[in-house]
Every structure is written in C-alpha cells, then in structure tokens.
C-alpha cells in the first residue's frame, strides 16, 4: 500500500509492508520530506518512530500523524529515536507531550530515546519535560 500525502513545503510519501531483517517480519511506515525523516518498525508490541531532521511548526504534524499511527495500531510500548534530530522546537515538545498523554491513555508506555542534539537536550532541561519523555520519571 502507497499513497502521497502533499504539503506546501514538499511531499511525503507512505510506503507500508512486511520487511524481514534477518529475523522475524516486522511491518514498516516510513515518511521522508526534505525536513524530516520518520520511520515506524513493529517489532511484537513495540513500535519504535525512527525521527531524523529539524522538527518545528513546518514539520510537527508529520510526527503527531506518525505517533498517532503508533498509538492506534495496539501498541504495548512506543519508543521515539531521536537520534537523527538535530533541531526541535516548542512545537514539537507540544507534539511529543501530546503523544505521552495519548499512550497513557491507552495504557501504553512511552519513551524518547537517544536524544543527542544540545539543542533538543537543552529544550528537554529547560523546559521540564526531560524526565517524563526519557522515562526518568514515570509520572
């Protein structure tokens, strides 16, 4: 299943099928635009959102639309990668919190990992939020 999803500022194309990586099938959803990146594996109950680029106003809803997939598909765990983030606003911290409070909702944990860019770590400290999204604190 293929379908393109156009904005104002690029393309964005959905590509979703059973992927095998040397063990057992997972199911992939990838999104690529010139400003962000987002990958979803399921692997059994977890699901980790791969993220790589800038999120901000531009490109926030993206990650709310891959991270509401997450949540809706009957995920047990979501992990958000932001190993290839190298930018992320208060628009996006909305995007991730809101997400949070959507998994708990449901019962399902949820947790930002490999936060590397300063900039991200600094807008976590900051603001507050760096325990409850890593999973520092389970509040």
Aim: charged content about 25%; aromatic content about 4%; overall charge positive.
């Amino acid at each position: 299943m293929s379908s393109t999803v156009r904005s104002r500022r690029s393309s964005c194309a959905f590509n979703r099928g059973p992927r095998t990586y040397g063990g057992p099938a997972e199911e992939a959803l990838t999104t690529q635009t010139e400003d962000l990146g987002v990958v979803l594996t399921r692997a059994g109950g977890r699901v980790t959102v791969t993220v790589s680029g800038e999120i901000d106003i531009c490109t926030g809803a993206r990650l709310e639309e891959a991270l509401d997939v997450a949540t809706a598909n009957g995920a047990e765990r979501i992990d958000v990668d932001f190993s290839g983030v190298s930018f992320c606003d208060c628009s996006g911290l909305s995007v991730l919190l809101r997400a949070r409070r959507r998994a708990h909702e449901q019962g399902v944990a949820f947790r930002v990992t490999h936060v590397t860019s300063r900039v991200v770590q600094t807008l976590l400290a900051k603001t507050g939020t760096a325990g409850m999204l890593t999973g520092g604190d389970r509040g």
